[in-house]
């Protein structure tokens, strides 16, 4: 019986100690995960208890143009708070501050008699003169804090480009949003010691941390270039009323993208947020987001791939249209221009050559092309909701939609797909990469980001390329794009005139007119593409509605590069002018004799009967260099 107890009591000698030994591991771990492994968001939540917090939004980064003018920047304001538990006399508080931030004394003392709360938020957006005012007189119980808000120093200007940010300082759209990791910037803070229910303490020393303003961005657009083309896009939409106007300045050796203008637009610093439909409208940057059938402009692509494949004709015949796969596909030009050679085709912008010329070269080598060209994908612009274009599946194409393409029809592209693949054209066949942001640097001046010209494919040879420049020069000089000349300078591009369609049909009376052109301007080389969505009455045709545009912001771009011009023996150094011709009435035979007796080059539309519109009117002075238009009933 002694063995029985020693040993009964031996083992529960053990089993105590056993047990005393597993409570001080859990104590000694519970103690081990609190104080290392938790200690320090424990140490975090207690400080938060017994500080109170109030931020410093950082200032969001400058964005500037290419010459360094600040287009948008941050201007500090204040936000005046107040802890009611440390007011002693409300009256006193509410007489001493309500002028200076311009409330009605009552409602302020009743906004501070508030209960129940630790903080209030009495005023925003105050000046520096109401902050100093304030600090000045020595209250008790007020708190400011400092703000950064966004300005935009020309209102509209670049409005699709820059973007905005909402109340909270987080960019919404454009570069704004696009590079808002760079722009937004560190937030400061202030932290004051409080008891638990919220007063300051005796010995309390408040901590500031500063905030750390946001880098600085700087755009590829020039504001001068800029205000070139939005002046241009302005005007021609209310020239014409049409839905949209839209223009894109790129250099071809480069892909910087020198301008990107669109109307409608709005205020910058007046956002329309209770317009959605108007916001949204003047938000979205149809150079990127938007896709078209480009028509004629496209015949530059179509061109260049035929000189590559060695597929150009000496001769070719237009009677109005051709017969492709049984369906008859219109020039439009409906009379026709009869026979001609491949240098006139382009300048009469004949669809009849870029249909031979789409068939001759074929189906499969076309969208080897239109790959190369970076058709079907997005170019990698630095700007937000870029679209790929729509093209059809190679597997069904036929003939005839081979044919259409040739000429710009059954294909849809953004204007900046446009505009980089006609860089490549007239720079020698690199393709580059378009971007509209070429550094970021932080405040010390160190580079966080940078833009090097980026290659990304090869489209045609540089002898085709040197080739293409010529034929584009000669339709401005001889053909279609005249309107687009100016006087001792070289300047090249092709003209459009594409239809639009709703529901899969044809829209009677819908255009969107255009013209890409390019030109030297010192060492590099310009391309410049204008876009009129539905401009409203008979004028329509790209080489009438837009091609003056690029012409005038060319001649823009000369002045202010300085950039004089070279006559050369048959150019005289000012326009001969004559007056329209009154062709009301006529015939298309004796209008054209009229007006080519006046030295004027024109387009129309009708395939018979008398003139029933004419533009410019009877009488106005027109340029020699210039295209008219008429239609017929």
């Not at 009869?338 to 969208?367: E, P």
């Not at 091609?547 to 050369?568: D, E, L, M, W």
Request: glycine fraction near 10%; proline fraction near 3%.
């Amino acid at each position: 019986m002694d063995k029985i107890s020693q040993f009964s009591t031996k083992k529960k000698l053990i089993i105590s100690v056993v047990l005393l030994v597993f409570i001080f591991a859990l104590l000694f771990g519970r103690l081990f995960y609190l104080q290392v492994i938790w200690g320090e968001t424990l140490q975090y939540r207690a400080y938060d208890q017994w500080t109170r917090e109030l931020p410093f939004r950082a200032e969001r980064g400058d964005i500037v143009d290419a010459n360094g003018i600040v287009l948008a920047k941050s201007a500090t304001s204040y936000t005046l708070y107040a802890r009611p538990n440390e007011m002693k006399n409300i009256n006193y508080i509410a007489d001493s501050i309500a002028d200076i931030i311009d409330m009605d004394r009552d409602k302020l003392a009743e906004k501070l008699s508030k209960k129940g709360v630790s903080e209030i938020t009495v005023a925003k957006n105050l000046t520096k003169n109401q902050m100093l005012s304030l600090i000045a007189t020595d209250v008790q119980g007020l708190y400011l804090t400092a703000n950064s808000d966004r300005y935009y120093a020309y209102g509209n200007f670049l409005t699709q480009v820059l973007g905005f940010t909402n109340s909270d300082g987080v960019g919404q759209s454009g570069v704004e949003m696009y590079y808002d990791s760079y722009l937004k910037g560190v937030d400061g803070a202030s932290y004051t010691q409080t008891d638990l229910i919220g007063r300051k303490l005796s010995s309390n020393v408040t901590t500031y941390v500063d905030s750390i303003k946001g880098m600085t961005t700087n755009l590829t657009i020039d504001y001068y270039m800029q205000n070139f083309a939005q002046k241009a896009v302005q005007d021609a939409q209310k020239t014409y009323n049409s839905n949209s106007a839209s223009c894109i300045i790129m250099s071809a050796n480069t892909g910087a993208v020198l301008a990107m203008a669109s109307a409608p637009t709005y205020d910058l610093n007046d956002i329309p947020r209770d317009d959605m439909e108007l916001l949204l409208k003047g938000s979205r940057n149809l150079l990127v987001t938007d896709v078209y059938e480009p028509g004629s402009t496209f015949k530059i692509l179509t061109s260049a791939i035929g000189i590559e494949q060695n597929a150009i004709k000496k001769s070719y015949y237009c009677g109005g249209g051709s017969v492709v796969d049984g369906q008859r596909i219109k020039c439009w030009r409906s009379i026709g221009h009869g026979s001609q050679d491949f240098r006139k085709g382009i300048q009469n912008s004949c669809n009849c050559v870029f249909m031979d010329i789409a068939l001759s070269v074929g189906k499969d080598t076309m969208y080897d092309y239109f790959s190369k060209f970076g058709l079907g994908q997005k170019t990698g612009v630095d700007v937000s909701g870029e679209a790929k274009g729509i093209m059809l599946n190679p597997e069904r194409v036929q003939n005839v939609d081979i044919a259409r393409i040739g000429f710009g029809q059954a294909i849809a592209v953004t204007p900046i797909q446009l505009a980089s693949a006609v860089c490549s054209v007239v720079n020698g066949g690199k393709l580059y990469q378009p971007y509209v942001v070429g550094s970021i640097e932080d405040g010390k001046g160190n580079t966080a980001y940078s833009h090097i010209p980026k290659v990304i494919g090869k489209t045609v040879s540089p002898d085709t390329s040197s080739q293409m420049k010529d034929y584009l020069y000669s339709v401005v000089s001889e053909g279609s794009g005249k309107n687009a000349y100016v006087a001792g300078y070289n300047i090249g591009g092709k003209t459009g005139t594409a239809q639009k369609y709703e529901n899969g049909a044809i829209a009677r009376g819908k255009y969107i007119s255009s013209f890409i052109g390019f030109t030297d301007v010192g060492d590099d080389t310009l391309v410049c593409l204008m876009l009129v969505d539905e401009p409203q009455g008979y004028a329509y045709y790209g080489s009438i509605v837009a091609a003056p545009y690029v012409g005038k912001i060319f001649s823009n771009i000369y002045a202010y590069k300085n950039i004089r011009p070279t006559y050369g023996d048959d150019e005289g150094a000012g326009y001969t002018e004559v007056p329209m011709p009154d062709i009301l009435g006529m015939s298309i035979a004796d209008a054209s004799v009229a007006l080519k007796k006046a030295g004027l080059d024109y387009e129309f539309a009708g395939e018979g009967g008398k003139v029933t519109y004419q533009f410019p009117v009877a009488g106005q002075k027109v340029r020699t260099t210039s295209v008219v238009y008429f239609s017929t009933e």
